[in-house]
């Protein structure tokens, strides 16, 4: 028979009525108690603690800090680390920003990211996600359409945001956001039509306040707006937005303008100096304008950087070289298999090879690994062996027969 003692010391009830009770020196407490006292000093340390930037500026990361541990992650993009580093340096001092006699006001400094697919634009995002101590999302621009139309309005883009915040509005109005696929809201063309362009022009004139700074109200699950939901009111002026786009065709354009800049003697010599392998890093906001995005967007993302194609010795180096390279992470599978798995360096190159062949990027990489480990992957779990090493003629010989070398 249980003791008069043995009862929760706050509800009152006994052992026998509880699901767990914890003994304590001089009491007890239910398990139900408990998770309820768990969610009252969550809940008044969230208000201790709502709206307020606890760091200061010693204690924040710099440029250098933040380049060195995306380095980890990715390898080369030097050019675009170093904007990256520097404008989240420059976004966490305008948070720390106080009111001074001088009336300057730092403005914020948003970041568009171009390059081609599979250079790590999302992959520079994910990275910086684990470094921040800001509420961080990525959101992608291709599902976006004006207002009354199918697809999600621009206030969703904020929605994303307020969930990573864990609905805390002022930690998520201090937040950054990541637009993915800025380029696929690119005006569809100049010519008069009868129908809108309400997934190009109509969006980028949406995102227009959004990125300069004004109140939206903010749907709290997504989608669509409709009269009776109720909204969440959120101030995007200390939000941070960086785009990134791969911008398809745009070297075209730049190679046009960088032939018609000079004519005459002086043409020659400058058609020489510019590298053809790169016509990127030529970039100007006139070529932005060229491909469709209207100049007041242009105006609002004042930082343009560029990210370099990815060249062979990227390739060899990203397969194996960062912390959660792919060659990493298959070693990893089979290792939760108990399987010992090693590629010969000639494996390397030979992947290599083919990544350049399709012209995919990094994530080219990736299908060219799939299509040579999937038999392994599929049989030897099965099996008792427990190494597995993959020759140079065991990968060409798997991926010669996988849909993949067919395309």
């Known amino acids: 028979m249980a003791k008069k003692t043995d009862s929760c010391s706050f509800c009152g009830r006994g052992r026998a009525a509880t699901n767990l009770l914890i003994d304590g020196q001089t009491g007890f407490i239910c398990d139900e108690c408990a998770e309820q006292a768990h969610n009252i000093v969550k809940e008044l340390q969230a208000s201790k603690n709502k709206g307020s930037f606890s760091f200061t500026q010693n204690d924040l990361p710099k440029p250098d800090a933040i380049k060195t541990f995306v380095d980890q992650y990715v390898i080369g993009q030097d050019d675009a680390k170093r904007y990256l580093a520097v404008s989240i340096y420059n976004h966490y001092k305008r948070l720390l920003q106080k009111v001074t006699d001088d009336d300057v006001e730092i403005e914020k400094s948003n970041v568009i990211m ?144 960088l032939n018609t800049r000079v004519v005459g003697y002086a043409a020659s ?28 967007i242009i105006g609002r993302l004042p930082i343009l950087t560029y990210l370099n194609p990815l060249d062979r010795v990227t390739l060899r ?44 990027g990094a994530r080219g990489l990736r299908s060219i690994v799939e299509a040579i480990m999937m038999d392994a992957m599929f049989s030897m779990p099965s099996l008792d062996e427990t190494v597995l090493h993959v020759t140079l003629q065991y990968a060409s010989a798997q991926f010669a027969k996988s849909d993949v070398a067919r395309l």
């Open 114 to 257: 171009v390059g081609a697919t599979g250079t790590g634009k999302t992959l520079l995002a994910k990275t910086i996600a684990k470094l921040l101590h800001v509420p961080f999302t990525i959101v992608d621009a291709t599902v976006l359409t004006e207002a009354g139309y199918v697809g999600e309005d621009i206030e969703s883009l904020l929605t994303r945001l307020l969930q990573a915040a864990d609905y805390d509005v002022p930690a998520a109005e201090r937040g950054i956001v990541f637009i993915d696929e800025i380029d696929k809201i690119a005006r569809k063309g100049d010519n008069p039509s009868i129908t809108r362009d309400v997934s190009g022009e109509g969006v980028q004139q949406g995102l227009l306040k959004l990125l300069e700074g004004t109140v939206v109200n903010v749907p709290p699950q997504g989608g669509r707006k409709h009269p009776d939901q109720k909204m969440i009111p959120v101030n995007t002026k200390n939000i941070l937005f960086i785009c990134g786009g791969a911008f398809d065709g745009i070297e075209k354009k730049i190679a046009q303008r």
């Open 317 to 360: 180096s990203i397969l194996t070289d960062p912390k959660n390279s792919i060659i990493k992470q298959y070693v990893k599978l089979f290792e939760m298999d108990k399987i010992a798995l090693s590629f010969d360096e000639d494996v390397y190159e030979f992947i290599v090879d083919k990544a350049l062949e399709f012209k995919l």
């Open 269 to 296: 010599s400058v058609s020489n100096s510019v590298d053809k392998t790169n016509i990127l890093k030529y970039i100007t906001p006139t070529d932005l304008k060229s491909f469709g995005l209207i100049p007041e």
